[in-house]
């Protein structure tokens, strides 16, 4: 092809139309890199110093942040000590008693038995487990002997109930009910956090109480997820670790998650700390029903369904970004899409809410951020959540594939309600930024 003058000038425009182009892309992706990375920085340092004044100020004596974003880790420190004895730093590997985290456990190991047909959400209790029949409701109760009357529950407490904890069943020692904590005292139920004995009778214990309210009356936080445990334990013919370990750990590759840690990770597990007039002291006492507080290391302890695992911030999130992925993570199905979606929606009626918190729902296992509530909380519509008793905490955001773990390990703790709600709020006010 020949070229003219013309053609020549044309081509030269264009080579320095394509040249200045190209540069001005160059420079706009540097100020984008450049925007970006400072934007990551001042999320680091909001997440850094909300950490480091927890731990100066002693409101936690350490604390272990992860925060994932599209599958991705954007946050992932620890801080202050996993001993405050000996002053051992925490690390992000440490392993944690994470108590009432086990109920979601629990919860995704009876929906797995629900897809399998061997169970109905409303199927009675008692169907599986036979002592539950023809439950008793407390009604007259005499403070200076502990004696008390009973009447006839209206229906059976259905597997469903135990899961949105409408069944009427307590917790010893931290319920707010006089009553029920006197009465569980004198019987020997226990919380399961440490607890020796067997799950079975445990619970068939358990199923002797009177129930605190009707069933789908209220909803009334107590050993539900413990009784799940056992369901799941005569469902499938085998024991609830066993169950769990099979069906849930092996298959997220979750290895730091256990009932009862092994010697060799022994030196990984966080002491429990207690707020003293001199800051944190280690604990070194009974806990709960006279436990020992290094029960994870402990044999003969029973498996709580409730409250008995042990777990890292990274094996739990494997857990989470499993339901965030609508059941899938690392190519292995552990539930059904519609199987999560499910847990994940409101179960308490109108009733049960009139009856407790206005503005609080809960799903099948979880805690629920809803339409009705949002305006009381940073995360998403459809974000759930839960914690455990030693003050870690957790929340799972579908919309904006957010996952966040909160744990300290407290007797006790003082601030439960708040640590999780204030890295929430850190989190979510830098969230354009990323």
Request: net charge neutral.
């Amino acid at each position: 092809m020949k070229l003219n003058v013309t053609s020549v000038l044309l081509y030269g425009n264009l080579k320095i139309k394509i040249e200045m182009y190209r540069q001005i892309l160059t420079f706009i992706a540097c100020l984008i890199t450049l925007n970006s990375f400072s934007q990551s920085t001042q999320f680091t340092k909001s997440m850094d110093d909300l950490s480091t004044r927890l731990v100066t100020d002693q409101e936690v004596a350490g604390v272990n942040v992860l925060i994932f974003k599209d599958g991705e880790v954007l946050y992932n420190k620890a801080f202050g000590y996993a001993d405050t004895k000996t002053k051992q730093p925490l690390r992000t590997n440490h392993i944690f008693r994470i108590a009432s985290q086990t109920k979601a456990v629990t919860s995704v190991a009876v929906m797995k038995l629900l897809e399998q047909g061997k169970i109905l959400l409303d199927d009675p209790i008692s169907k599986y487990i036979p002592q539950f029949k023809d439950p008793k409701i407390l009604d007259k109760f005499n403070p200076v002997d502990s004696s008390y009357t009973t009447i006839s529950a209206q229906r059976e407490i259905t597997i469903r109930d135990l899961l949105r904890h409408t069944s009427g069943i307590d917790y010893p020692v931290i319920s707010d009910d006089t009553r029920m904590k006197t009465i569980y005292a004198k019987a020997g139920v226990v919380t399961g956090i440490g607890s020796k004995g067997t799950l079975k009778e445990k619970m068939e214990l358990l199923a002797k109480q009177p129930l605190r309210n009707q069933p789908n009356t209220a909803f009334t936080y107590g050993l539900n997820t413990d009784v799940l445990g056992y369901l799941v334990e005569i469902v499938s013919g085998v024991s609830l670790d066993t169950f769990f370990q099979k069906n849930i750990f092996e298959p997220l590759q979750m290895t730091d998650t256990q009932f009862k840690i092994s010697q060799d990770k022994a030196n990984r597990l966080v002491s429990v700390s207690e707020k003293t007039d001199k800051g944190f002291a280690k604990v070194n006492h009974p806990i709960y029903e006279n436990s020992g507080v290094d029960y994870p290391l402990a044999d003969g302890i029973y498996l709580s369904g409730g409250a008995g695992l042990t777990s890292t911030t990274a094996d739990y999130a494997k857990f989470l970004q499993m339901l965030l992925n609508k059941g899938i993570y690392n190519g292995q199905r552990i539930l059904g899409a519609k199987t999560i979606e499910l847990m994940i929606t409101n179960q308490l009626s109108q009733e049960v809410i009139s009856h407790g918190d206005p503005d609080f729902r809960f799903g099948l296992g979880f805690e629920l951020v809803t339409d009705e509530n949002k305006f009381a909380r940073s995360p998403s519509v459809g974000t759930f959540s839960w914690g455990g008793a030693f003050n870690t905490h957790y929340w799972a955001d579908p919309k904006e594939n957010i996952i966040g773990l909160i744990y300290t390990q407290e007797y006790f703790p003082t601030s439960y309600n708040d640590l999780g709600t204030l890295y929430k709020n850190v989190v979510y006010a830098n969230l354009e930024a990323e």
